[in-house]
């Protein structure tokens, strides 16, 4: 019985990432899935493609972007996609697109700017039609041309809990605990960790402050016991923030 695939990719060279030699050969795939490598001479498919003379590989995942302003407006994340980027990893850096107060949608937009040197114009066309964070993925449902996965910034969790006083002071105990709450209720909505800020000073927007959340400004992750967790042991949220990139001696959890 002859084979039958959803799309036969023909000829061309794949590089397949496993660290094995460049071979020539046929994918096939179905049900959205690769089904086959090798040679598909005799199979059948309902769509094919001519490869031949292309290289044929698995799309590249960018894990440090800052597409998530971006992804508002063009859901392809150009020009990424161009060159083969199929997932993007937005929202590092300590800063993300949400959570924001509406009020505070000018002075993130400002923090995009400045920090990683966007055009303030461009940034006039993020469509703000969300505050949380679940709100923000809510948004991005069924418009993706791309794969994402954001993190919560931690400059945003100062601001949305600490208002300005998230770029001048230290955190109470119970702001760090509105924190800790506000990243579980993101990290059930689908963020993929918490980005914790650079270990530089940075300014954002128009002001010479450092950035909310930099080391020169505070260290407020608390032990594992102020998250409501058992005694001594870290909560989930403390060990996906372990994930997301922090460190031990920067973050205790």
Not at 48 to 53: H, K, L, Q, S, V
Not at 116 to 134: S, V
Not at 151 to 161: K, T
Not at 239 to 253: E, L, N, V, Y
Request: charged residues 20%.
């Amino acid at each position: 019985m002859t084979d039958h695939y959803d799309l036969v990719v023909r000829g061309g060279t794949v590089m397949d990432g496993s660290g094995n030699p460049r071979r020539r050969a046929d994918v096939g795939v179905r049900d959205g899935r690769i089904a086959a490598v090798g040679r598909l001479a005799g199979a059948r498919a309902t769509e094919e493609i001519d490869a031949e003379g292309l290289v044929v590989a698995p799309g590249i995942i960018d894990p440090h972007t800052h597409y998530d302003p971006q992804i508002t407006w063009d859901p392809y994340a150009t020009a990424s996609c161009f060159h083969g980027v199929t997932t993007v990893l937005a929202g590092n850096t300590g800063f993300s697109v949400a959570p924001v107060h509406a009020d505070d949608r000018r002075f993130f937009a400002g923090l995009f700017a400045k920090v990683e040197g966007m055009a303030p114009r461009a940034l006039d066309g993020i469509e703000w039609q969300f505050e949380t964070f679940g709100e923000f993925l809510a948004t991005r449902t069924g418009t993706l041309g791309v794969n994402l996965a954001c993190y919560v910034g931690h400059s945003n969790l100062r601001r949305w809990v600490m208002g300005p006083d998230g770029s001048a002071r230290t955190a109470t105990p119970a702001e760090v605990v509105e924190m800790g709450r506000v990243l579980h209720q993101a990290m059930e909505a689908g963020a993929a960790g918490l980005s914790p800020p650079t270990p530089r000073p940075t300014t954002t927007g128009t002001t010479t402050r450092p950035r909310a959340g930099s080391p020169t400004t505070t260290s407020c992750w608390p032990s594992p016991t102020s998250w409501g967790g058992a005694t001594g042991a870290a909560s989930p949220t403390c060990q996906r923030a372990r994930w997301a990139g922090s460190t031990p001696t920067t973050w205790r959890c």
